[in-house]
């Protein structure tokens, strides 16, 4: 039966399709690719990430789904970013709209990213519900870090949500797909029996860790080779997913790193290695050895501040990094218990010890504010603590300010998210405190922290309420529509709390 043509996706023929598909073009002759990709199998799938071309190339998931969807003679899978002014969605692979292809496979790692997925579909003409798609309109897949911690948020807007990581049942089910055979449900029901399927994986081992399948100047990262070192994290603080959802936690060889490394010396030494915690990896020391015999500049994705080692420092210092980065998360050590952090003063003394030990003067600190349970002097502690990192030598200390949002999944789940109005006095006296020479605070917008919090938890009649907004207005509404959805749904966990439930208490 084949039910698939015509197609009721929207296409534009303006002026701005010439410059579209220049601009397009242009990404694309930048790029340096790494690996031997071919994108020319029948099953054709359009791998979409809802952000910008900058942040796509700076995401391992991006780089892998494209490598691992395309080894498959049969799968077809070319890739699309999102574009803020909308237009036809060319591919970087082949130029061919994305209207061209049934399968639409979004990768989706924050809360912000899916209204991205949203604005795409309703400016393409595709109904946002599952349940209003017809014969004509794309297989919606979605996958990603949400899926480990969203699902149920994810399944308003997917056709079908691939939940953790990709698996190689999926990726060979997807190759088999006979769409000409298919409805649109009978499609979708055949992607889902892989579930079933012997072949799936359950991800004991990392064989298929991810690494750049390109690289281009025009990433977050230019022309960084990122590969991943771990996944997962043994840490279990209780505002983040990671620790919570993401599985146990495995390690990539030193061996095989090397291996990737040597890969592609011939085209970068620029090194990004990507963990939850890098220096949890048991080989750490080996891999600062390595770099620093190799002229490697390397760069991580994120330092545990307890167990810092001077060789990895001393491996950081030699390359073009300014600055290192750890997370105290609070400034006391009572915000710091609440949040499960696992780390003391004497721990985050060491690092900032070893980091001036190597050279560095810079260091960027981040911090959580807006805890429940915290008061001023927790507030004040943050202040004492950068005044410390003064007077043990950083002449510069950027200080990242980020409200709590509680995350579902996450200890925090049942908790409710403190108020925009609550956490502006806060930041108000954080900014405050922190106006000191040499002392730079960077809040992360409690705007866009209210609306992930609304998104995060987000039921079938607030879908539906944003949906309709949607369809009729621009992100300044839809967003007001979702802070004022965040009220609601705190005003439901206080009703729970009231009715005799017990409110989720940290440590
Ligand atoms: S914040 Fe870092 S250490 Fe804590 S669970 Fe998340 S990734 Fe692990």
């Given at each position: 039966?084949?039910?698939?043509?015509?197609?009721?996706?929207?296409?534009?023929?303006?002026?701005?399709?010439?410059?579209?598909?220049?601009?397009?073009?242009?990404?694309?002759?930048?790029?340096?690719?790494?690996?031997?990709?071919?994108?020319?199998?029948?099953?054709?799938?359009?791998?979409?990430?809802?952000?910008?071309?900058?942040?796509?190339?700076?995401?391992?998931?991006?780089?892998?789904?494209?490598?691992?969807?395309?080894?498959?003679?049969?799968?077809?899978?070319?890739?699309?970013?999102?574009?803020?002014?909308?237009?036809?969605?060319?591919?970087?692979?082949?130029?061919?709209?994305?209207?061209?292809?049934?399968?639409?496979?979004?990768?989706?790692?924050?809360?912000?990213?899916?209204?991205?997925?949203?604005?795409?579909?309703?400016?393409?003409?595709?109904?946002?519900?599952?349940?209003?798609?017809?014969?004509?309109?794309?297989?919606?897949?979605?996958?990603?870090?949400?899926?480990?911690?969203?699902?149920?948020?994810?399944?308003?807007?997917?056709?079908?949500?691939?939940?953790?990581?990709?698996?190689?049942?999926?990726?060979?089910?997807?190759?088999?797909?006979?769409?000409?055979?298919?409805?649109?449900?009978?499609?979708?029901?055949?992607?889902?029996?892989?579930?079933?399927?012997?072949?799936?994986?359950?991800?004991?081992?990392?064989?298929?860790?991810?690494?750049?399948?390109?690289?281009?100047?025009?990433?977050?990262?230019?022309?960084?080779?990122?590969?991943?070192?771990?996944?997962?994290?043994?840490?279990?603080?209780?505002?983040?997913?990671?620790?919570?959802?993401?599985?146990?936690?495995?390690?990539?060889?030193?061996?095989?790193?090397?291996?990737?490394?040597?890969?592609?010396?011939?085209?970068?030494?620029?090194?990004?290695?990507?963990?939850?915690?890098?220096?949890?990896?048991?080989?750490?020391?080996?891999?600062?050895?390595?770099?620093?015999?190799?002229?490697?500049?390397?760069?991580?994705?994120?330092?545990?501040?307890?167990?810092?080692?001077?060789?990895?420092?001393?491996?950081?210092?030699?390359?073009?990094?300014?600055?290192?980065?750890?997370?105290?998360?609070?400034?006391?050590?009572?915000?710091?218990?609440?949040?499960?952090?696992?780390?003391?003063?004497?721990?985050?003394?060491?690092?900032?010890?070893?980091?001036?030990?190597?050279?560095?003067?810079?260091?960027?600190?981040?911090?959580?504010?807006?805890?429940?349970?915290?008061?001023?002097?927790?507030?004040?502690?943050?202040?004492?603590?950068?005044?410390?990192?003064?007077?043990?030598?950083?002449?510069?200390?950027?200080?990242?300010?980020?409200?709590?949002?509680?995350?579902?999944?996450?200890?925090?789940?049942?908790?409710?998210?403190?108020?925009?109005?609550?956490?502006?006095?806060?930041?108000?006296?954080?900014?405050?405190?922190?106006?000191?020479?040499?002392?730079?605070?960077?809040?992360?917008?409690?705007?866009?922290?209210?609306?992930?919090?609304?998104?995060?938890?987000?039921?079938?009649?607030?879908?539906?309420?944003?949906?309709?907004?949607?369809?009729?207005?621009?992100?300044?509404?839809?967003?007001?529509?979702?802070?004022n959805q965040s009220l609601t749904i705190s005003g439901k966990r206080k009703e729970w709390v009231r009715n005799g439930k017990e409110e989720h208490t940290c440590c």
């Amino acid at each position: 039966m084949k039910n698939w043509e015509g197609s009721s996706v929207k296409r534009v023929s303006d002026n701005n399709t010439w410059k579209e598909l220049q601009m397009i073009s242009g990404l694309r002759d930048q790029e340096q690719p790494l690996r031997d990709i071919s994108c020319r199998g029948p099953v054709r799938v359009a791998l979409v990430y809802p952000n910008l071309y900058d942040v796509a190339s700076a995401s391992l998931s991006y780089h892998d789904l494209f490598y691992r969807m395309n080894i498959p003679s049969d799968t077809g899978c070319e890739r699309f970013f999102y574009s803020e002014t909308g237009g036809n969605y060319f591919s970087l692979d082949s130029t061919s709209v994305v209207s061209d292809f049934r399968i639409w496979a979004f990768s989706v790692h924050f809360e912000l990213d899916l209204l991205n997925v949203l604005f795409m579909l309703r400016d393409l003409g595709v109904p946002l519900s599952p349940h209003e798609r017809s014969e004509h309109h794309p297989i919606i897949l979605i996958g990603g870090a949400l899926s480990l911690f969203m699902r149920p948020v994810l399944e308003l807007v997917a056709d079908y949500v691939h939940e953790g990581e990709l698996s190689q049942g999926f990726v060979d089910r997807l190759a088999s797909l006979k769409l000409e055979k298919h409805t649109r449900d009978s499609a979708v029901d055949y992607l889902r029996a892989y579930e079933d399927d012997k072949l799936r994986t359950s991800g004991k081992t990392l064989a298929d860790y991810a690494e750049s399948a390109y690289l281009t100047p025009k990433s977050v990262f230019p022309n960084r080779f990122l590969m991943e070192i771990s996944r997962g994290c043994r840490h279990r603080c209780a505002f983040c997913v990671v620790g919570h959802r993401f599985g146990r936690v495995r390690h990539v060889p030193f061996e095989s790193i090397k291996r990737s490394i040597e890969s592609v010396v011939d085209f970068t030494n620029k090194i990004g290695l990507v963990a939850a915690e890098v220096n949890d990896h048991p080989d750490i020391d080996s891999i600062a050895q390595y770099s620093l015999e190799n002229d490697l500049d390397i760069s991580v994705s994120s330092l545990r501040a307890s167990s810092l080692s001077e060789r990895l420092m001393r491996a950081l210092k030699q390359g073009s990094q300014k600055q290192f980065t750890i997370a105290p998360e609070g400034g006391s050590q009572k915000v710091r218990n609440l949040l499960r952090k696992g780390l003391n003063d004497s721990d985050i003394y060491a690092a900032l010890e070893v980091g001036r030990k190597v050279g560095f003067n810079r260091v960027k600190l981040y911090f959580i504010f807006g805890v429940p349970g915290e008061d001023e002097g927790d507030l004040e502690e943050i202040a004492s603590f950068v005044s410390a990192c003064r007077r043990i030598g950083y002449s510069s200390i950027n200080v990242s300010l980020n409200p709590l949002v509680p995350k579902p999944g996450t200890p925090f789940e049942f908790s409710k998210m403190i108020t925009a109005g609550e956490l502006r006095r806060k930041k108000k006296l954080l900014s405050t405190l922190l106006n000191v020479t040499g002392v730079k605070a960077d809040f992360e917008s409690i705007r866009e922290s209210t609306v992930q919090y609304a998104v995060a938890n987000m039921n079938e009649e607030i879908f539906e309420g944003l949906a309709s907004i949607m369809t009729r207005s621009g992100k300044r509404e839809v967003f007001q529509f979702l802070i004022n959805q965040s009220l609601t749904i705190s005003g439901k966990r206080k009703e729970w709390v009231r009715n005799g439930k017990e409110e989720h208490t940290c440590c």
